[in-house]
């Protein structure tokens, strides 16, 4: 710590206050996650991982929320520079819509979509006719992930549109661009940090989705519903190395995309 900032830690009583609050959430947020690890049997650990329906079940998990993540990004990034860009009527409940998955419990959440998406209303029955089913099938998982977790791509996305300042867009449009070039070859490139976040976030929400899942597809089974499956058949000690697992290809997962985004930002400002 230099002397400027010695001077300051000691002088500016937030300033310490704010230090051992942050210690407290570190320890809050690691600590659990922590223990876990180093609770974990390495034998059971092991047989863990060549259990194939942990494998298979994570796989499912992380492919499932990929898939609905990279499907809304193409409602979702519009949606958000329409919401960053445009004023009209309704605006305030649309956003409302956007943000509501964030707040109702997550199991009713899925009632709803069974609701709607199951075989017995018309969009389901469409949908059947097409050959694609919700109900038990990877799609469902899709379905049940995207549902919660489509907020948070939304919301960066938007926080990334207004950052900009629209006169960008004027300029190219007044050099000869059309609204879909500048938005293209403007607007995105500068906000492409925001959305990536709000992809991050919105694919690690969709990994920890449960209540709706569950509700809508049990079968097949994604590593929370494993989780869960195995704490109430055999106990704790088989429940947690599946979460170990989980969590520490996350960790590296997210680890790497955050080398890779300090890369580019070290790049950009080279």
């Known amino acids: 710590m230099t002397d400027e900032g010695l001077f300051l830690f000691r002088r500016a009583p937030i300033v310490q206050v704010g ?22 049997d390495l034998e059971v650990l092991r047989s863990s991982i060549e259990d194939a329906k942990v494998i298979s079940s994570i796989l499912l998990t992380l492919r499932a929320a990929l898939w609905a993540t990279l499907v809304c990004a193409f409602m979702g990034i519009p949606m958000a ?36 998406y199951g075989p017995r209303f018309f969009i389901g029955k469409l949908f059947r006719d097409l050959g694609i089913s919700f ?21 960066a996305a938007r926080d990334g549109f207004l950052s900009l300042d629209p006169r960008l867009e004027k300029v190219a449009r007044t050099l000869g661009a059309s609204a879909w070039s500048a ?9 492409w940090r925001y959305i990536l976040t709000g992809k991050i976030m919105m694919w690690a929400r969709g990994i920890s989705e449960f209540g709706a899942v569950i509700i809508l597809t049990y079968h097949p089974i994604i590593a929370p519903i494993l989780i869960y499956e195995r704490l109430e058949n055999y106990g704790l000690k088989y429940a947690y190395p599946v979460a170990v697992l989980l969590i520490l290809l996350c960790l590296i997962i997210f680890g790497l995309l955050r080398l890779l985004a300090s890369s580019e930002r070290r790049r950009d400002l080279s």
């Open 19 to 40: 230090l051992y609050l942050q210690l407290f959430l570190l320890l809050l947020i690691g600590l659990p996650i922590l223990r876990m690890v180093l609770a974990t």
């Open 81 to 116: 520079y329409l919401l960053a860009r445009h004023n009209f009527f309704g605006k305030g409940l649309v956003e409302g819509l956007i943000n509501l998955p964030v707040m109702i419990p997550h199991n009713a959440a899925g009632i709803a979509l069974l609701m709607v």
């Open 135 to 155: 109900v038990g099938t990877e799609w469902g998982i899709s379905l049940a992930m995207a549902y919660v977790s489509l907020p948070f791509l939304v919301n």
């Open 183 to 191: 938005f293209f070859r403007i607007t995105l490139p500068l906000a």
